[in-house]
């Protein structure tokens, strides 16, 4: 089965792995995330590539929060593209600086959460990456988190 992908927008990269999609909420160190809108497409997903080949981050074109990239901007891996209307989450903080190659993978799906004290985050499943980039990803020096699904 592969994995699905949480990404909690904090100051710190903050990841996840997931078994599948985990539904409509969760709960990270007892904090309380819900869905934002019920609906599992709530994004469309690319990868990013450095000039060199190399997996560098994931860009969201959001479909449930249009205004996603307004809210994220100011956290040190996020990018803004294409005037706000797509945001890029770099895996690489060297990446900021470098002009990527997107490849138009047009993966959709996944959910957008938010927390009583306004933290988002998405989940996404990973059927887009290749193995090498999954485990490139597991490979992270990143804050990895565990959740719990609230159905459980």
């Known amino acids: 089965m592969i994995p ?22 969760f709960t990270l160190a007892g904090e309380l995330f819900e869905q934002v809108r019920d609906d599992d497409l709530s994004a469309f997903y690319d990868r990013l590539y450095s000039p060199h080949g190399m997996m560098v981050g994931v860009q969201v074109t959001p479909i449930v929060m249009p205004d996603l990239a307004k809210e994220l901007l100011a956290l040190p891996y996020v990018r803004d593209a294409k005037g706000g209307k797509q945001v890029q989450i770099m895996f690489d903080y060297g990446a900021l600086r470098t002009e ?21 985050a998405i989940s996404f499943d990973t059927y887009f990456l290749e193995e090498a980039e999954r485990k490139q990803v597991a490979r992270l020096r990143v804050n990895w988190v565990t959740v719990t699904p609230i159905d459980s």
């Open 4 to 25: 699905w992908l949480l990404v909690v927008f904090r100051s710190e990269l903050t990841l996840a792995w997931l078994p599948g999609d985990i539904g409509p909420g």
């Open 100 to 120: 990527l190659r997107e490849e138009v993978d047009q993966a959709f799906g996944g959910r957008i959460y938010r927390s009583l004290t306004s933290e988002i």
